[in-house]
């Protein structure tokens, strides 16, 4: 099992910044490729971000490429999305994921933190 728990998530004006964070416990998710995925009021679950397992490889929406930098300590077993340029459409409650396989479905999620983005 893993435990996936969110930091960093809070209120920005339009235009700033935020990192969030995501610690794992459990299992160390070295071998792990993580994501970031967010959920607006009222819309479903979409994509943001992911990594895979060395950090070699990162996909981004293309809602956020450019402003977005999704990164990864396996040291520290800690996954991290630094959010640049926020706008009003980045107001979502955002997951951090983990999946044992390189591409296919996630297989463990953090309980989400609020990001909002007041213009």
């Known amino acids: 099992q893993v435990q996936l728990v969110e930091f960093g998530g809070g209120l920005v004006q339009a235009g700033g910044s935020l990192r969030l964070s995501c610690a794992a416990s459990g299992r160390i998710i070295s071998s792990y490729r993580m994501g970031w995925l967010r959920q607006a009021p009222g819309k479903e679950r979409e994509f943001v971000a992911s990594i895979s397992w060395s950090g070699g490889s990162t996909n981004y929406a293309d809602s956020v490429k450019g402003r977005f930098t999704i990164s990864r300590d396996n040291a520290k077993n800690t996954v991290y999305l630094q959010m640049n340029s926020l706008k009003s459409a980045d107001t979502a409650v955002y997951y951090c994921?983990?999946?044992?396989?390189?591409?296919?479905?996630?297989?463990?999620w953090g309980q989400g933190t609020q990001v909002t983005v007041s213009s």
């Open positions: 994921a983990a999946a044992r396989a390189p591409s296919g479905p996630y297989d463990y």
